[in-house]
């Protein structure tokens, strides 16, 4: 039940109001609050079409940066090494019209790939080829790739070489697509890890085996797959240039429809890249044009449903208008009845588009029954036995991406070198459209007695808004115990920044050793902490979390925008003379940190045992390919930073890099 406070503060954000009175009776105010941030988002970047280009010319331009862009979302930037792929036959399946060969490569050292190459009996000249990627069917030991042989099996007899390839999650060599999703691997976050990007690299070597193969035609490649698979050839195709014709099936929606209507909670994290580059999520797509591509999905799928569907087809239609003579040249869509499956009328249009862009046939086509092959059969590593000793595939995620190690610099030549480089990569790929200067919080409740433009303490907590609709909730008072102050201290407020779970409201029993007493003391729920902001977590889906990384954040990234904004507002409107000290305790003392970075009225933070690394949290997208917990503290100089319970020798990094830029007697530990 409401309180009469927060029944003021539904009054005052209509908007809010709305969408609360809106959800069912359980919902809470946290999940309003947090929601209409996410729509707000979704909908600012779905203006963002083809990222403004207007023209041909005008997209050309920005192909490449935007290519690069994409690598860096999936985990893919650097791009990896090109490692020998080791491929081998470990057997054949012989059928009257075709034949079967079970293949397996490494498209990186440990990470096994299997499949099943689907060849005409008789071979004349090179054949247009067709990598087929597979979505989710639990064939077990099988491997999916058993489920979707049926497509095999018509292409190698209508003279076409089809590999079909299992994917990393219920794959013959297993490995996890659910991080997120499920399994709490929030480190993925900090990684830049999403397993799209190994499907993504496993396409992409797939086609590296497939033109080192005598009956392959390298110049009539085609790409298709549905739900996963539709995912997959979108990532492939617009990775690979040699991918001529790219039939996606059922394999993307859009933001609006991921994030608004949740239909991401449908889905598995294969399905998705980080958005860093806060891209209109269509951008991925039009990076194939003005290769051929046909734009596939049934009528009544549920996590892929028509109105998105439309919308994607609409800016791709715009985009491919650039490039065709006639509409539909190069780009159309085909729609069938039905909901989320592998129907026959979606493989005939499939079909019957690679037939005209690879072999400039147009005539129709037609499914005849094929005898289906037992999937045990077509095992590669056919007994429990065989499967290889040295596969990474259950732990790739541990090492896909290549995380950052800087260097610690060692004068002030180094340290002003390092620094900007380092601030350069958090600013370009990790806190991407920051500000130079976050804007202020405003209070958007009026307490009996309060001046509602006022920070200055109060008996009960205030609402704050930071931005589009996102609320956190601080409250002013001075301490009472604690250490002696210095006589430089009074000049500043204290900011403590609390945990998600901590109450709000209370200050806790720690600071009582770190907060000098006789302090004006201001304590912050953050969104998302707090009894009244906190959201509704169920895993899965983790709804609110995977959806930040969609719309190009972490719940966390937006928590340090809270911290600089609620800090500019104290700073502001209580004495433009104070400066902030931010206090916090495991993940709140690093978030405060970097809110410290990029806000000038941090002049010191107060770091209590902090996690020695980003895989234990705070959680930004890639940060890991930056740097690590250490060198974001070093970063600080000269502002003071004291670490207490900091005993990991990592944190030696952050004592020399105060000391490289001439501020040892700035940082303290202890």
């Known amino acids: 039940m409401l309180t009469?406070?927060?029944?003021?503060?539904?009054?005052?954000?209509?908007?809010?109001?709305?969408?609360?009175?809106?959800?069912?009776?359980?919902?809470?105010?946290?999940?309003?609050?947090?929601?209409?941030?996410?729509?707000?988002?979704?909908?600012?970047?779905?203006?963002?079409?083809h990222e403004g280009a207007n023209s041909k010319e005008e997209w050309e331009a920005k192909r490449s940066d935007l290519k690069q862009q994409f690598f860096d979302m999936l985990g893919l930037w650097p791009l990896p090494e090109r490692t020998p792929l080791k491929a081998k036959v470990t057997g054949t399946v012989e059928r009257d019209a075709f034949r079967v060969e079970?293949?397996?490569?490494?498209?990186?050292?440990?990470?096994?790939?299997?499949?099943?190459?689907?060849?005409?009996?008789?071979?004349?000249?090179?054949?247009?080829?067709?990598?087929?990627?597979?979505g989710h069917s639990g064939k077990g030991r099988d491997g999916n790739k058993t489920a979707f042989q049926h497509h095999g099996m018509w292409f190698a007899t209508h003279g076409y070489a089809c590999l079909v390839i299992d994917t990393l999650q219920l794959g013959e060599v297993a490995g996890i697509h659910h991080g997120t999703y499920n399994r709490d691997r929030w480190w993925w976050h900090s990684h830049g890890y999403t397993s799209a990007g190994v499907?993504?690299?496993?396409?992409?070597?797939?086609?590296?085996y497939l033109v080192s193969r005598p009956e392959v035609d390298p110049d009539k490649i085609a790409?298709?797959?549905?739900?996963?698979?539709?995912?997959?050839?979108?990532?492939?195709?617009?990775?690979?240039?040699?991918?001529?014709?790219?039939?996606?099936?059922?394999?993307?929606?859009?933001?609006?429809?991921?994030?608004?209507?949740?239909?991401?909670?449908?889905?598995?994290?294969?399905?998705?890249?980080?958005?860093?580059y806060r891209w209109e999520w269509s951008t991925i797509a039009a990076l194939i044009a003005p290769r051929a591509m046909l734009f596939e999905n049934s009528g009544y799928d549920p996590i892929f449903p028509m109105p998105a569907n439309d919308r994607i087809r609409a800016r791709l239609s715009h985009l491919y208008r650039?490039?065709?003579?006639?509409?539909?040249?190069?780009?159309?869509?085909?729609?069938?009845?039905?909901?989320?499956?592998?129907?026959?009328?979606?493989?005939?249009?499939?079909?019957?588009?690679?037939?005209?862009?690879?072999?400039?046939?147009?005539?129709?086509?037609?499914?005849?029954?094929?005898?289906?092959?037992?999937?045990?059969?077509?095992?590669?590593?056919?007994?429990?036995?065989?499967?290889?000793?040295?596969?990474?595939?259950?732990?790739?995620?541990?090492?896909?991406?290549?995380l950052a190690k800087p260097s610690t610099p060692t004068n002030k030549a180094e340290f002003a070198a390092w620094s900007k480089s380092l601030r350069d990569g958090l600013f370009e790929r990790v806190f991407r459209e920051w500000p130079d200067q976050i804007p202020a919080a405003s209070f958007v409740d009026d307490p009996a007695g309060a001046d509602a433009d006022s920070a200055k303490p109060v008996a009960k907590p205030r609402l704050l808004r930071t931005e589009d609709e996102v609320l956190v909730m601080l409250k002013r008072h001075e301490t009472t115990q604690g250490p002696k102050a210095a006589e430089n201290q009074s000049a500043r407020i204290w900011l403590v920044v609390l945990n998600a779970?901590?109450?709000?409201?209370?200050?806790?029993?720690?600071?009582?050793?770190?907060?000098?007493?006789?302090?004006?003391v201001a304590l912050l729920s953050a969104r998302g902490c707090g009894a009244t902001l906190k959201w509704t977590q169920k895993n899965p889906p983790n709804y609110v979390e995977r959806a930040h990384a969609l719309l190009g954040r972490t719940v966390d990234a937006g928590r340090v925008w809270d911290i600089q904004a609620v800090a500019r507002t104290l700073h502001e409107t209580d004495s433009a003379e104070r400066t902030i000290a931010v206090v916090g305790k495991g993940r709140a003392g690093v978030l405060g940190a970097y809110a410290a970075l990029n806000e000038l009225s941090i002049s010191q933070v107060i770091a209590v045992e902090?996690?020695?690394?980003?895989?234990e949290g705070p959680h930004f997208l890639g940060v890991m390919k930056v740097l690590d917990i250490p060198d974001a503290l070093g970063l600080l100089a000269p502002k003071q930073l004291t670490l207490i319970g900091a005993k990991d020798a990592e944190f030696d990094r952050t004592v020399a890099a105060f000391k490289a830029a001439g501020h040892a007697g700035r940082v303290q530990r202890r």
Request: contains cysteine; hydrophobic residues 40%.
């Open 102 to 134: 079970k293949v397996h490569f490494q498209s990186k050292p440990g990470l096994y790939v299997t499949g099943n190459l689907y060849l005409p009996t008789k071979i004349e000249g090179k054949l247009p080829t067709v990598l087929y990627v597979c």
């Open 223 to 276: 790409v298709t797959g549905i739900s996963g698979g539709g995912a997959a050839t979108f990532w492939i195709a617009a990775a690979d240039e040699r991918v001529k014709v790219a039939v996606p099936v059922s394999g993307m929606a859009d933001l609006e429809s991921y994030v608004t209507d949740k239909v991401c909670n449908g889905h598995c994290d294969c399905m998705f890249l980080y958005n860093n």
């Open 501 to 520: 779970d901590d109450p709000e409201g209370v200050l806790p029993d720690w600071t009582k050793e770190v907060v000098p007493q006789g302090q004006s």
């Open 610 to 615: 902090p996690p020695v690394s980003h895989r």
């Open 322 to 402: 650039w490039y065709e003579k006639k509409p539909g040249d190069l780009f159309d869509i085909g729609v069938t009845p039905g909901g989320h499956s592998d129907n026959v009328e979606l493989r005939l249009m499939a079909y019957r588009w690679i037939n005209k862009h690879l072999k400039n046939d147009n005539a129709e086509v037609a499914e005849p029954p094929l005898p289906k092959i037992d999937g045990k059969e077509l095992r590669v590593f056919p007994e429990e036995a065989d499967l290889p000793q040295d596969s990474l595939n259950a732990k790739i995620d541990e090492s896909f991406v290549a």
């Open 199 to 208: 499907e993504c690299w496993n396409g992409v070597r797939a086609i590296d």
């Open 4 to 49: 009469m406070r927060l029944l003021i503060v539904l009054v005052l954000l209509t908007p809010v109001a709305a969408m609360a009175q809106s959800k069912p009776s359980d919902s809470t105010f946290g999940d309003a609050v947090i929601e209409r941030h996410l729509t707000l988002e979704a909908a600012r970047l779905g203006e963002r079409v």
